[in-house]
């Protein structure tokens, strides 16, 4: 029993030791956090609703979103004049008036992308090169 969680701590530890981890970043644009996989962000200029549609393809109001407020956009429709998808199948119709639509930059978008980053718990051992066995030629006759 011993011998079986010393070998399972043994294996914990080379395993946690050496392993690849992704370095991520808060990357703030406006008043949200810029996301993965966000294409974009609206602004709402004027009192809009935040639609859902319906199975038959017709849009519900699920509620009213104020004046100043900023959503992450993670896709675009273009039923209905536009749809800017803010997830949970929720969509903001499109609307210059009332909803500005902005991209994030390069840069930013590049500041979200995650980076891998490899972690090891020491130097490699040195080792010494071998030099590969003499082979020795056989002549059959």
Known sequence: MKRILSVLLIFGLFIAGSSVSLAATTVMWGKTE?????????????????????????????????????????????????????????FVQKNTYKVKYETPSKAKLALVTPKPVIVTPLDPPMTTPVDPPALEIVDIQ
């Not at 859902?52 to 393809?57: I, L, R, S, V, Y």
């Not at 959503?71 to 039923?79: A, D, I, L, N, P």
């Open 34 to 90: 810029l996301k993965l996989g966000q294409i974009g962000k609206v602004t709402i200029l004027g009192d809009t609703p935040l639609v859902k549609m319906e199975a038959d393809g017709s849009l519900s109001t699920v509620r009213m979103l104020k004046k100043g407020d900023e959503y992450r956009v993670y896709s675009y429709k273009g039923q209905h004049s536009g749809l800017y998808g803010v997830g949970g199948a929720s």
